[in-house]
């Protein structure tokens, strides 16, 4: 089992990778004695949108699906996690509010994704459909003010935002400050090892080999539909994680969460980063988050700009991600520096990069 | 004992019908090459049975079972084998994870690894295993797709023209590849335009003209046919 964390499907190998990967951890872990309760609250807050790109990373990257839809995903659980913590109650309940709606998340990926894939949606309109969907949804969250529109005692309110749910909570136990970012750090090492070994099994392979050539595949005797479904549910159940756990973290969800600017974000956090590996997405989106987060608080305005001449500049410069392009040149020093024979290979593979890009 | 049977298939593109109530059978066991002129409906007769495209009319049946509306995925299943026209790998991926992926719905562990190693040297490929299959050569990636489809171990291994761009020493190892397996008991059809391969590795012959089988036979009996040297071989090639 442990094999599959390293393999052709991830960037990074060997005791230095790991050790890196180890004080990186370590550091995680003793930063909140470092720093005070507002920093690690926006650390935590950072680390909610991890899940999205790692799920974004999954489908586009490894898959070859790009959905403009992590949002409609983060929306409904988003939205799910209030209407089932603010009618199961609070204290423990909230754990399995946050199950729940991750898991219905899933389901309605489930329902989208099969009538799309099954229809033959791919490519740019998987894009379009997938976008049109979370308008749909954030369209009409917007136009639910009125007091006639709740779920048991869950009042949607359309742009004034859903609140008065309880955040995570353990019997009376609140998982809020550095728990919360404990519960982070944790989730996303689950997750990131998960789905390395995900994309390094001979599921990972099947799902590579429908991105790169999907009739190939299906001559080989595998149904790629499938192989996307199930790509497409993880992939929509992580942004599910997101939205669960962004609606815990503040107590309140509105609309805005998932319209089109907040459509957007996932699609530059992982263009940025490096969409075929997930190292770089990780490490690209916290970046990104961290620095657009920063710059927020000067002006909203600038960071979104920022935002929007980042995908711009990573469109034109480096197609495969600024963050995986230096995530390569590294690993090819590295090789070149233990074993010089290799070159010719590395060679190869950049030069079919470049010829593709 | 026929494997493949297809009864009375069409297939019709808007007003161009590419292929009009065709019979053909592949028996078990032997290598049967499907040849005829440029537009004969060679390519769309072998995408029908593949499961590329549906027939517009007629059955497809393998090992007996009708597998007219079968996706080509359930036919792989069943023990079809395909090599397509133009080379279809994995371009972005090395050269023994394409193998890997071929194999690894019937081999794990060692022996797959075994089975990897097996199939790279007899395809000539060992050395390059490591390169992306988009870095190879055409004629390599060509190797590359026969070995993928090898990998499969199919009952039934269909090849359309699997020496495109091949050196003719290429293409007379890719023949004698195809009669060991057959020799083997594995069946083969193969869609081909190199006489000297056809000669090479086939036990049975159909003609296709204009989108109907033109003739069939021994190759001995085809090329002695008047009407198919002059649509196809040329007369100079008939004799």
Redesign the interface.
């Known amino acids: 089992m442990l094999k599959l964390l390293e393999g052709p499907q991830t960037l990074g190998r060997g005791k230095v990778f790991w050790s890196c990967f180890l004080a990186v951890l370590a550091g995680a872990l003793i930063y909140p004695a470092f720093a005070d309760s507002y920093d690690v609250g926006n650390f935590s807050y950072f680390l909610i949108w991890i899940f999205m790109a790692l799920g974004l990373c999954l489908m586009w990257g490894y898959g070859g699906m790009l959905s403009f839809g992590q949002t409609l995903f983060f929306g409904i659980a988003g939205y799910g996690y209030g209407v089932l913590a603010i009618n199961m109650g609070g204290g423990t309940a909230t754990i399995a509010a946050l199950v729940l709606s991750v898991f219905v998340a899933m389901v309605a990926a489930g329902i989208l994704g099969y009538f799309m894939i099954w229809g033959g949606i791919s490519g740019i309109f998987f894009g379009i459909v997938t976008l049109s969907a979370t308008l749909v949804l954030a369209f009409f969250l917007g136009q639910t003010a009125g007091p006639e529109w709740h779920i048991g005692t869950a009042r949607l309110n359309g742009f004034n935002g859903m609140k008065g749910m309880d955040p995570l909570a353990v019997g009376d136990f609140y998982i809020e400050g550095s728990a919360l970012y404990y519960v982070m750090v944790a989730l996303i090492v689950i997750v990131y090892i998960a789905l390395r070994m995900l994309v390094n099994s001979s599921v990972g392979n099947v799902i590579v080999a429908t991105r790169e050539n999907p009739q190939r595949a299906e001559m080989l005797g595998y149904d790629v539909r499938k192989y996307q479904l199930l790509t497409f549910v993880v992939g929509s159940g992580l942004a599910g994680l997101s939205g669960a756990l962004y609606t815990s973290w503040g107590q309140f969800i509105t609309p805005s969460s998932i319209g089109l600017p907040a459509a957007a974000m996932p699609i530059v956090w992982v263009a940025f980063s490096g969409r075929s590996d997930l190292t770089a997405t990780l490490v690209g989106s916290f970046l990104l988050l961290f620095g657009f987060q920063t710059i927020t608080i000067y002006s909203q305005q600038a960071a979104l700009v920022l935002m929007g001449a980042l995908l711009l500049a990573t469109v034109m410069l480096a197609p495969q991600g600024f963050v995986l392009g230096v995530g390569r040149l590294v690993v090819d020093w590295w090789s070149r520096r233990r074993r010089p024979d290799t070159g010719p290979a590395l060679a190869d593979a950049s030069r079919l990069q470049s010829d593709e890009t | 004992m026929p494997l493949v049977d297809v009864q009375g298939v069409s297939k019709r593109f808007g007003g161009l019908t590419a292929v009009s109530d065709v019979d053909l059978t592949v028996n078990s066991g032997e290598v049967h090459c499907l040849i005829g002129p440029n537009g004969a409906g060679k390519s769309t007769l072998f995408k029908l049975i593949?499961g590329?495209y549906p027939p517009t009319k007629g059955s497809i049946y393998f090992d007996t079972v009708d597998i007219t509306n079968e996706?080509?995925?359930?036919r792989?299943?069943r023990g079809m084998?395909?090599k397509?026209q133009a080379p279809?790998?994995?371009?972005?991926?090395?050269v023994r994870?394409n193998i890997?992926?071929?194999l690894?719905?019937r081999f794990s562990g060692p022996e797959r690894s075994a089975e990897e190693d097996r199939l790279l040297t007899l395809l000539n490929l060992a050395p390059d295993s490591?390169?992306?299959a988009?870095?190879l050569s055409h004629g390599q990636q060509q190797w590359l797709?026969i070995g993928?489809a090898l990998a499969?171990k199919p009952q039934l291994l269909l090849l359309d023209e699997p020496t495109a761009g091949m050196s003719p020493e290429e293409t007379f190892k890719t023949g004698e590849l195809i009669k060991s397996f057959n020799a083997e008991g594995m069946t083969v059809l193969v869609v081909e335009h190199d006489m000297a391969f056809v000669r090479q590795v086939a036990q049975r012959v159909t003609v296709l003209h204009l989108g109907k089988i033109f003739a069939r036979g021994s190759l001995e009996t085809i090329l002695q046919d008047e009407k198919v040297a002059e649509i196809y071989l040329g007369k100079a090639h008939a004799h």
């Open positions: 593949v590329l996706r080509p995925y359930a792989v299943q084998s395909i397509m279809s790998v994995f371009k972005e991926l090395p994870q890997q992926i071929a690894q719905e490591d390169k992306l988009g870095a797709e993928m499969l």
